[in-house]
């Protein structure tokens, strides 16, 4: 939007000491607001809700609450920061334009960076939590397979999205692991359970959003039998991993929910998508999840 200045009082409403119009100033702070902050907003669940299980799960043996708050501030700082720095990088669709957006985002970065620092050196000072490195490396990993899957193109991008959970359910595993110091079958089966949980989500969404208009339980399943084959292929597992002593039994049912609700969307009455509507109830089936899996190993 331009900024009109003229010497006689302006026509759409008083000007700042800047000359900028109100509208200017609101379209200013949005697009700060959008180099600065993450516009993932699903993905701030994806990581907290695993570190959250992790943490449940993990109290039941320790109740070591400080290396707790030190992965939560690291976490927290870490995936905040991939948002400026990929404004001030270039590789993002909003991106610094100007030498003010830049000084600003780059204070940005390297606040959020100083916490990550000073959080995970606190963890890992003079070898402490040595298996963080290992998580960690893995985190990488599947973000940076993330980044290339992305590049591809549209036939990779829910795959890209399934990949980078793989990073974002690793705060499971390692709450689990800096709470207890254990880093066991028990932590692997955190992050396997979270990193499930969260890909039934991811899969669920796309195909409410990409089956808004379809109607008829034919037309649905022929779209989305892949999200089909892969509730029937979640619940085989989990029972598995049951039947094999990895998971609690009652464990299972923190997963009713979410198959239910993916069952039920075949035979459902079509009607207009709401997106946010849509997120919400994701999210609370993530709430739901995660009280009840806590639950079930505090039984």
Known sequence: MSTRVCS??????????????????KARRERQRAL????????????????????????????????????????????????????????????????????????????????????????????RNPYLWLIGCAAATAFVAQAILKKLGRSTR???????????????????????????????MLWLANLIFAGNQIHYVQLRIHTARMEGLRAKFARGWTFALGQAVMAGVLVLASVRGFLPALALIAFVPVLFRGWF???????????????????????????????AFSL
């Open 8 to 25: 006689i009082a302006p026509l759409e409403g008083p000007l700042s000491q800047h000359g900028e119009e109100p509208a200017t100033r």
């Open 36 to 127: 600065i902050l993450p516009r993932e907003h699903g993905a701030w669940g994806l990581l907290l809700v695993p570190l959250v299980t992790g943490a449940g799960v993990a109290f039941r043996e320790s109740y070591h609450v400080f290396p707790l708050l030190l992965l939560l501030a690291a976490a927290l700082a870490l995936f905040w920061m991939r948002t400026p720095v990929e404004s001030l990088l270039g590789t993002s669709l909003i991106h610094v334009q100007s030498k003010d957006e830049q000084r600003s985002v780059l204070v940005v970065t390297l606040g959020l960076a100083a916490v990550a620092a000073l959080s995970l050196g606190a963890l890992l000072w003079v070898g």
């Open 265 to 295: 969307y075949f035979v459902q009455k079509p009607g207009p998508l709401a997106v946010k509507r849509l997120g919400w109830s994701e999210l609370s089936h993530a709430i739901v999840f995660c009280g009840l899996f806590i639950g």
């Open 158 to 188: 829910m795959l890209a999205e399934v990949v980078g959970t793989i990073g974002l359910t690793s705060s499971a595993p390692a709450a689990y692991y800096v709470i207890t110091g254990r880093f066991n079958s028990t932590a692997w």
